[in-house]
């Protein structure tokens, strides 16, 4: 397959010392409990979707992943102090949210069309609490064009107090859980609704396939939805 998007081997080895990092510390200050992993696809491009709650999902996951992970992230992360240094020590593809960003939507799929996987949150930014917002219905659309397969993730653990907790000694429980890949579903009398209310239903989906690997206190808008109901 031809490659579309390229890192530099100075980058990959910036992100391979930084996972080291992370990981050392995640296990210093926590529990670490991941289950799921021979879900994980040996091949082709796909997207790794997860619950953002806080700044720390995104270091949690990346570090723990068998691979490194390109990631779709809110632009303004780039500019904030401290999260702005680990946002271009990892690189990543920085999109402006809430309006049709070109070319971070190009960038993603040349990611995807280069067999690379992706971390995206179609919740489109933190929650600051453990539960699920309503999905934005970009992830469709990236779907659709790439054809990747999706991999939903659930992450407990990283609440806004988690670094507080650590450095009381208390020792939080992290729990990344790997889902099953999938792929969008056909929608039950799809040529009868209109476009948005279509991108909208398998959206919900893609976040319903999250919420299945939540307890029920994280699930929030999708507590009581159900994959056969679409």
């Excluded at 040996?42 to 806080?54: A, D, E, L």
């Excluded at 790997?178 to 799809?190: A, R």
């Amino acid at each position: 397959m031809a490659k579309y998007y390229q890192l530099s081997t100075q980058m990959r080895v910036r992100r391979e010392i930084t996972r080291t990092i992370f990981r050392g510390v995640f296990r210093i200050f926590s529990k670490i409990k991941i289950t799921g992993e021979g879900n994980i696809p040996s091949q082709g491009p796909y997207m790794v979707v997860f619950n953002h709650v806080s700044i720390f999902d995104p270091p949690f996951v990346l570090s723990f992943w068998p691979q490194q992970l390109e990631i779709l992230g809110a632009a303004e992360v780039w500019n904030r102090k401290g999260q702005g240094i680990l946002a271009r020590i990892w690189g990543g593809i920085p999109i402006i949210r809430n309006e049709i960003h070109r070319r971070a939507i190009d960038q993603t799929l040349n990611v995807l069309r280069s067999n690379l996987p992706l971390l995206i949150s179609p919740e489109g930014g933190r929650s600051h609490f453990p539960g699920l917002r309503k999905a934005k219905t970009g992830i469709v659309y990236l779907a659709e064009v790439s054809q990747a397969s999706i991999l939903p993730v659930g992450v407990t653990g990283t609440t806004d107090d988690f670094f507080q907790q650590a450095l009381q000694g208390k020792h939080p429980g992290l729990e990344m859980k790997i889902g099953k890949p999938f792929s969008l579903p056909v929608i039950v009398k799809e040529e009868s609704l209109p476009p948005r209310e279509i991108r909208q239903r398998k959206a919900d989906y893609i976040m319903t396939r999250i919420a299945e690997l939540l307890p029920a206190t994280y699930r929030g808008y999708y507590q009581n939805y159900s994959l056969s109901g679409l």
